[in-house]
């Protein structure tokens, strides 16, 4: 195993152990504060495969929820114009590096990810993160990010799971 290698095995498994763990933390902004963390990991998966619109929209996710977080931690609601200008970034994006019909998937599971942050109760961001992990299975398999696949079958598991222990509290 060379090195690059195992960057991306270790990288790849701590980006699967912080993505599906954010949905089991009850408040909002730690399951954002969180995927923050998977999102940094898989951005290093990305650039390692040549990935590179996934690169962006995860700068991009990254982005988003840290300001999402900070809005919502002044007590504000988040403005429709935050959500719809990281959602024309998204698309400015997936033009910039159009590589066919797969490469738009990251733009498709962003905008829905992106629509369910925007909503405080994170009820929405569990229910997204079952078909968002299905799509992005399809992409990893695309992009031959396959440990990244295997752990999109856990965050499908993992949202599940919290759908199911919160239940009451939705």
């Known amino acids: 195993m060379n090195?690059?290698?195992?960057?991306?095995?270790?990288v790849s498994?701590?980006?699967?152990?912080?993505?599906?763990?954010s949905v089991q933390f009850r408040k909002k902004e730690h399951i954002l504060l969180t995927q923050v963390g998977a999102s940094v990991c898989y951005l290093i998966v990305y650039v390692i495969k040549g990935?590179?619109?996934?690169?962006?929209?995860?700068?991009?996710?990254?982005?988003?929820?840290?300001?999402f977080v900070k809005i919502e931690k002044n007590k504000n609601k988040i403005p429709l114009y935050v959500l719809m200008i990281?959602?024309?970034?998204?698309?400015?994006?997936?033009?910039?590096?159009?590589?066919g019909i797969p490469s738009l998937l990251p733009l498709l599971i962003n905008i829905l990810l992106f629509v369910s942050t925007y909503f405080k109760n994170p009820k929405y961001i569990r229910y997204t993160m079952i078909i968002a992990a299905i799509l992005w299975g399809i992409y990893n398999i695309y992009v031959g990010a396959y440990i990244i696949f295997i752990g999109n079958i856990l965050e499908i598991v993992s949202a599940v799971i919290s759908i199911k222990r919160y239940k009451k509290e939705l």
């Open 3 to 10: 090195f690059i290698t195992i960057i991306y095995f270790i």
């Open 13 to 21: 498994i701590l980006s699967i152990f912080l993505y599906i763990m």
């Open 51 to 67: 990935a590179w619109s996934g690169v962006c929209v995860e700068i991009l996710e990254e982005l988003k929820n840290i300001i």
């Open 86 to 99: 990281f959602i024309l970034l998204l698309i400015s994006v997936s033009i910039i590096f159009y590589d």
